[in-house]
C-alpha cells in the first residue's frame, strides 16, 4: 500500500474516532450495508446469512428488482413484504416450468417469492373480472391472467369471495404478470420465510 493510501486510511480512522457516538454508529451501519450489498454484487446467488438475517437480490420485476435486507423467522404485517414459498405443489411445478429457480428453503422446492402483503385477518377478498378487490377497493394490476407462455395458470375462479382468518394472508406482486394469490390462493404463516425490506 502507497503513502497516499496509508494516508487517507489514518485520516478516515481519525474521523471516525473522534465523532459524536450516534453519528459513529450511523456510519457503521452504512458500511455494514455496503459490505454484503457488495458481496451480493460480487456474487448474485450469494446470500451472507447471519442470525437470520441477511442482504439478497430480487432480479424479478414482479416486485421492485434491487437490493433487499432478509429477516428469516421475522412475523409480518399488511404492508410488508413476505418471503413466500408457493403453497400447493402444484402451482411450484408451473413455477418451476416457467422458469422459477429451485430451491431447499420450500417444501415444494421452488424458491421463495418477494410479495406484498394485501390483505390479512378480517378483510374480505373478492376476485373479479378486473382483478382482486380487499374490501370492496380494486387494487391495480390484478386482473387474472389464464395463462402465460403457454402455461395454463388456472386463476380463482371470477366471483370467489372470502374473509381471511387470522394467521391467513393474500399476497400480490406489482406488475400484471406477478405470479401471486390470484392463481395459488391464501398463504398461512408456515408458507412465509419473513420479512423483506427494500434497500435500493
Avoid at 382468518?165 to 395459488?184: N, Q
Wanted: glycine fraction near 8%.
Amino acid at each position: 500500500m502507497g503513502m497516499l493510501g496509508k494516508s487517507l486510511i489514518m485520516r478516515m480512522r481519525l474521523t471516525v474516532k473522534y465523532m459524536p457516538t450516534r453519528e459513529k454508529a450511523i456510519v457503521i451501519l452504512m458500511l455494514i450495508v455496503l459490505f454484503y450489498t457488495l458481496l451480493c454484487i460480487i456474487t448474485p446467488s450469494f446470500i451472507a446469512k447471519i442470525h437470520g438475517i441477511s442482504v439478497s437480490k430480487n432480479p424479478s420485476t414482479s416486485i421492485k428488482p434491487g437490493y433487499y435486507f432478509i429477516n428469516y423467522g421475522k412475523g409480518i404485517n399488511k404492508g410488508d413484504i413476505a418471503i413466500v414459498c408457493i403453497p400447493s405443489q402444484h402451482y411450484a411445478e408451473i413455477a418451476l416450468r416457467d422458469g422459477l429457480p429451485g430451491s431447499d428453503l420450500c417444501r415444494y422446492k421452488s424458491r421463495p417469492l418477494l410479495k406484498y402483503v394485501v390483505a390479512s385477518t378480517n378483510d374480505v377478498v373478492k376476485v373479479s373480472r378486473d382483478g382482486i378487490l380487499v374490501n370492496n377497493i380494486l387494487l391495480p394490476n390484478t386482473k387474472p391472467i389464464q395463462e402465460i407462455y403457454s402455461i395454463k395458470l388456472n386463476p380463482i375462479p371470477v366471483g370467489t369471495t372470502f374473509k381471511l382468518k387470522p394467521s391467513e394472508y393474500v399476497v400480490l406482486g406489482e406488475t400484471y404478470d406477478s405470479f401471486d394469490s390470484r392463481y395459488y390462493g391464501v398463504i398461512t404463516n408456515k408458507d412465509i420465510l419473513g420479512k423483506a425490506t427494500y434497500l435500493w
